[in-house]
């Protein structure tokens, strides 16, 4: 809730366009995704934050920046090792990244349509949390079957992601802390 409000403040700054699809838009919308890692949440300040820059000049493209950001994650039913957990705070640095980048492009004005989507949850564990062999319905209509619940980038990314899409832009570009795939890969 603290990180959306900051990000608020700073799209009111810079002029940018705030749009906060909360968790009740993204049931309508049908994001399975993402509502699976959402719903374990204490709280019910999940969502995912639309920054749109729009330049004074004739846009020559639009670009689409995607960021993960969960403020915290615990691994779900699929418990993080103790170790793990003194750094998951920082499971939000992808969003951080595509605001910071968003930001750049502001400053230099540059002449394309920007729209920052940013993927704001936990993935805590309890009674709710989503479990291994879960299926669940993105919101493009694909079904994806649950591995591990530590895969909750992967989750709440595929909603963003085909969010993003749907608005055509040209060029995509996602930005995620997925260490623990690639420490595996």
Known sequence: VNYRKALKTLAGTHGWRFEFLDE???KRLGAGAFLAVSRSNPHRGAGIVRLTYRPKVRPRGRFALVGKGIC???GGINLKPHKSMYSMHEDMQGSAVAVGTLLTLTQLKAP???DCWLALTENQIGPSAYRPQEI???VNGKTIQVVHSDAEG???LADTLALAAKQDPAVIIDYATLTGACIMA
Do not use: H, K, S, W
Request: net charge neutral; no cysteine; aromatic share 14%.
């Open 154 to 156: 992967r989750m709440v």
């Open 72 to 74: 915290f994650d615990t």
């Open 136 to 138: 669940v319905t993105a």
């Open 112 to 114: 394309y349509e920007i």
């Open 24 to 26: 009740g838009r993204l």
